[in-house]
C-alpha cells in the first residue's frame, strides 16, 4: 500500500426531504446567498422554487447566477464571480449537477480574493481562501458534492483544466434522490458512465491492490447492475438513490486509499473530445474507455482481468473490454466516435489537440503512438 | 435506503514514516501538549521516544498523563483532565489503541469545560467544546482513530457507557502500521475480531440493503482472508497495513450509509462481559456473536445468510454461525465463556448484569428470555 492521507470535512445530507435543512444550514455560514444554477431546467422542475422558498423562510437574501452550461466556461465563473463580489454575499449556494457545483467552487476562491479565478486553475496564483460553498446536487455524476476538484473550460486558451484544492471541498451537500427523477435519459447514463469512469481511473491507478480494490468493485458492479433497471424505470427513487450514492463513493476520496495516485488518463482524453465537440463529458469517457482499454491490453492484461471476474466473472482481457463495451451500449452511451457523428476526417484535428495539451496518464503514460491507437481504437470500436 | 448525514473532518495519515509529520501537524494547534499514554509498552517498543523526539524538535511543551488501562476507566480520565486544566494545555497527543484515544477524547471534553466529564457520557450535561486531539495508533481494532466515539467503564456506577460527539473526532490521527508489528497475538486477535464485529454491527443495523452491504461484506473478507496470516507472521508490516486499513473502515462511518442505525446488541453484551471479568473487548465479542447469532438464527435468517454466502460462500444459518466460529477458534480469539474460565457459576451474576443494564440492540431487541438463550449458547458453544 502506497502512504496516503484522507481528508474529506463536506458534510453529506442524503435522503427525501433532506433539503428541509438547508436554510438552517446555509443561514450558519452568513446572511447574503449567491444562487447559482444552469439553464432553467431546476425551474422548469420546481428545484429552484424548493430551494428559494427554503432559503427565504430562514430570513436569507438571495443574489443570483444563472446559465452555467453543461461543460462549463471561465467566461461564468468571472461573470458570477463580480456579482458576487459586488453583492458581498457570504456564503454559495450551487443548485444543479457537476458543472454547477464546478463553478460554484471556483467562484467561492474568486469571490474570496482580488484575483482572477482562471489563474488560480492554472497554478498561476495560490488561492489563500474561500466563501463557504452549499451544494445541492440534481445529477448524480461527477462526484463533485463531495471531493474538493472542479474543471472546467477555457475556449480563448483551448484548455480544459481539472484543479483540487481542499478549499474548494463544499461545506454541506443535500443530496434528495428525488432531485434527479428528471434527467433525461441520456444524462442519466452519462452518469452512470461518468461514475464507473472515476473508479475506473482509481482502479487503475498507482499503488498495490489493497482491500480498496474489491471496493471499487463493489461500486461500479452496484451501478452495473442497478443502472439499467434505472434507465427503464426513470422515476424510480430508490433506483436513483442508488446511482446517487454510488457516484459520491466513486470520487469522495475513498477508492484512492493506499493508492499514490489515479491515472486520469481517460478523463484528459476525453476531456479534449468535449472541448473540440463539446461532447457531453460522460458521453466521452464510454468512447475512451474501451479504446484504452485496448492499448493497454498487453500491457497491464493482470489487472484487466482482475477487473473483469470481479466485474463480470470472465477470465480474459478481451471479455473484460466487450463486457464493458456491451454495458455502455446497453445503457445508451455511445462507443465509437461514428455514434457522435464523427468521421476519419476528424482524425487529425483530434490528434493535434491530444499532442496540443500533451495528454496522458498518471500512471500509465500516453505518448503520440499510443493516441494515434487510441484514435483508430475509438473510430472502429 | 435511510436517510444518512455523512460527516468526518478527521485528517488520516497512513502509511511507513507517517509520524515525521507529527511534530508541525500538532504545532499548529498549540505549544503546551498533554501526552496520553498507556502502560508503558509504548516506552519498550521505542514509539514513546519517536514521538517525544517529533514533539520536541517542534519546540512544543510535553506533559504527560500515563497508566490508562486496557478496559480504559473514568478516574484515568479525570486525573488526566486535572493535569491538563493545571498545565494549560491546548492540545492532546494519544499514543495507543482504543482505550488510550477513547481515553483522551473524553479528557478533550473535560480540559475545555468545568464539568466532570462523566456527566458528558451519561448525557447530564452537553459538551460545548473540546481542544484539538491528535492521534497516534499503536493497535488496529476499534476505529476510534477516526471517528467520534468513546467507551470508559465506571466501576463505582457498574457501567461501561458509549459515548458519540463530533467535537471528539481527532484532528489528525496518525496510522504507521509498523508502530503496530508489536502488539502481542492476543490483542492482535482480539482486534480482527473487533473490526469484524463493527462491521457486523453496521450489517445487521437498521436500513434496506445498498451496496455498502457488500463494502461490508468485503471489509470482513479482507480481515478474514488476510488475518490469519498475520496472526503467524506477527512483524508483517504490509499485512499490519491491511488490517489497520479494515478496522478503520469499519467504523469510520462508511458502512453505515444508508442505515438508520447500526445493531450495538453484541457490543452491549460483550460491554457487561469485560465489565465483570475484565474480559479483553475482543475476545467479549467472539463469545457473544455467535451466541446472537444463533438466538437471531430464525428471525433474521435471510439477513445471516446473505452475510455467510458473501463471506464463505455458505447456503445456510448454521453453515455461516459454523463458519464464522471457526474463523474465531483460527485466529485464537475464544467463542465461549469456558474459553475465559468461566462455569455454570457465573450464569445468574452474568444475567443480572445484562438486566441491570437492560441490554438491548438498537434494531433487534433484547428481552430477558433472549438474554438467558445467549448466556446458554455462550456457556456451551
Known amino acids: 500500500m502506497e502512504n496516503f492521507t484522507v481528508y474529506n470535512p463536506t458534510r453529506l445530507h442524503f435522503g427525501g426531504n433532506i433539503i428541509n435543512n438547508l436554510g438552517t444550514t446555509v443561514k450558519q455560514y452568513g446572511k447574503r446567498v449567491l444562487l447559482v444554477y444552469g439553464k432553467g431546467s431546476v425551474k422548469k422542475y420546481g428545484y429552484y422554487d424548493h430551494v428559494v422558498s427554503q432559503l427565504q423562510e430562514s430570513g436569507l437574501e438571495i443574489f443570483e447566477y444563472s446559465g452555467i452550461k453543461p461543460n462549463p466556461i471561465i467566461e461564468d465563473v468571472e461573470k458570477a464571480t463580480i456579482i458576487g463580489k459586488q453583492n458581498n454575499v457570504e456564503v454559495i449556494v450551487a443548485l444543479g449537477g457537476g458543472s ?7 467562484i467561492s476562491l474568486g469571490i474570496a480574493s482580488n484575483e482572477n479565478p482562471w489563474d ?8 489563500q481562501k474561500a466563501i463557504p460553498l452549499v451544494t445541492v446536487l440534481t445529477l448524480a455524476a461527477t462526484g463533485t458534492e463531495m471531493n474538493a476538484a472542479a474543471v472546467v473550460q477555457n475556449h480563448s486558451t483551448g484548455q480544459k483544466v481539472g484543479y483540487v484544492n481542499p478549499l474548494m471541498f463544499p461545506k454541506d451537500s443535500f443530496l434528495d434522490p428525488s432531485f434527479t427523477v428528471t434527467v433525461p435519459k441520456n444524462y442519466t447514463s452519462y452518469g ?11 482502479f487503475f491507478g498507482q499503488g498495490e491492490p489493497s482491500v480498496i480494490d474489491q471496493i471499487t468493485i463493489d461500486i461500479i458492479k452496484d451501478a452495473i447492475q442497478f443502472g439499467p433497471l434505472l434507465m427503464d424505470d ?13 457516484a459520491t463513493l466513486a470520487l469522495n476520496g475513498l477508492t484512492s486509499y493506499g493508492k499514490k495516485s489515479g491515472d486520469w488518463g481517460v478523463h484528459g482524453l476525453g476531456h479534449e473530445l468535449s472541448l473540440l465537440f463539446d461532447t457531453p463529458h460522460g458521453a466521452s469517457l464510454s468512447i475512451v474507455y474501451p479504446a484504452w482499454l485496448k492499448l493497454q491490453k498487453n500491457r497491464i492484461p493482470k489487472r484487466i482481468i482482475k ?11 478481451d471479455e473484460t473490454i466487450e463486457k464493458l463495451m456491451a454495458f455502455f451500449m446497453k445503457i445508451g452511451s455511445p462507443v465509437s466516435l461514428n455514434e457522435i457523428g464523427l468521421s476519419d476526417d476528424s482524425r487529425s484535428s483530434i490528434l493535434e489537440q491530444f499532442k496540443k495539451n500533451n495528454v496522458s496518464g498518471m500512471h500509465h503514460n500516453l505518448n503520440e503512438v499510443d493516441h494515434k491507437k487510441l484514435v483508430n481504437f475509438m473510430l472502429f470500436q
Not at 192 to 202: M, Y
Not at 234 to 246: F, G, S, Y
Not at 307 to 317: N, Q, S
Request: net charge negative.
Open 120 to 127: 488560480f486553475m492554472t497554478w498561476k496564483l495560490t488561492p
Open 307 to 317: 477487473l473483469g471476474k470481479g466485474l463480470f466473472g470472465v477470465d480474459t482481457v
Open 100 to 106: 454547477v457545483i464546478d463553478s460554484a467552487k471556483i
Open 234 to 246: 426513470l422515476t424510480n427513487v430508490e433506483l436513483r438513490a442508488k446511482i446517487m450514492l454510488d
Open 192 to 202: 452512470i458512465v461518468d461514475l464507473i469512469a472515476h473508479s475506473l481511473e482509481a
